[in-house]
């Protein structure tokens, strides 16, 4: 109790601690984050035992994904969980400490295979590339002027390239196996990824720039993961509530159905 003292009194000798419970915005990526999710997933996990240490309650609610970035944007919540790097982002919110990386990989059609040493080979190989709007690219992709096709859903884009409309998608591995055993089990006896992953990004809670005290809630909330990711917590968190891949494969209980979003 005495250190959880100590680090809250560094922490908080010069900032501020607010009566009203913080407002934050997430959506359902599961595993990492969801509103049906044992603590809310590991992400979100992570981010309330840094409110706690903070000294700051707070509120989530969970909306979908475009909602939560624009209601955000706007300085309707503080912040928003469960988002990638871009630099457009950087001009509407703060970008503290990363909670943790996730592996990106390109998901295919289980009889195809691709070959290709940089993504200007995947061009020259006609490849038709999907997303979903408004999710961030694996960086360099879209610059090489790769046919891109962007629809409204996950479940959409997994229809398309499972039907050949498409041929690579782009996602985290955790989180497209994840729906495709468990919200989409339609699709998953056509589709696997690629190894290895094509990098790995990070994730945040953003904040916004509207909001009245983002840049300070962006400094303590730094300090705030810095300790958990110091003291092993952070680790232990992740450790208790994030699935591995294999976990996922052989329908291990650690994280149970998400609803569909």
Known sequence: ??????????????????????????????????????????LTAIV???????????????????RAMQASRLGQYAGVIGV????????????????????????????????????????????RYGSVLGYSHPEGLLETRIRHYQVASEEQLFRLLSAGRVDLMAGDKLNGVYLLLHDFPEYSAQIDWLEPPIETQALYLLF????????????????????????????????RLLPSLQQLQ????????????
């Open 1 to 42: 109790m005495k250190s959880i003292c100590a680090g809250i009194w560094l922490l908080f000798s010069s900032g501020g601690i607010w009566a009203e419970p913080i407002l934050l915005a997430s959506s359902d990526y599961t595993p990492h984050t969801g509103e049906h999710l044992p603590e809310g997933g590991a």
């Open 84 to 127: 990638k790097y871009t630099p457009e982002r950087e001009l509407d919110f703060y970008f503290p400490e990363p909670v943790y990386d996730t592996s990106i990989v390109f998901f295919k059609r289980i009889d195809e295979q691709y070959q290709f040493d940089t993504y200007l080979d995947l061009v020259h190989q006609g490849v």
């Open 48 to 66: 309330q035992a840094a409110f706690d240490l903070m000294g700051q309650e707070v509120e989530i609610h969970y909306m979908p994904f475009a």
């Open 250 to 261: 052989q329908g291990e209980p650690k994280v149970p159905p998400a609803q569909s979003f």
């Open 208 to 239: 916004s720039r509207q909001h009245p005290q983002a840049a300070e809630l962006n400094h303590d909330f730094s300090n705030a993961i810095t300790q958990l990711k110091h003291s092993g917590e952070l680790d232990r968190i992740k450790e």
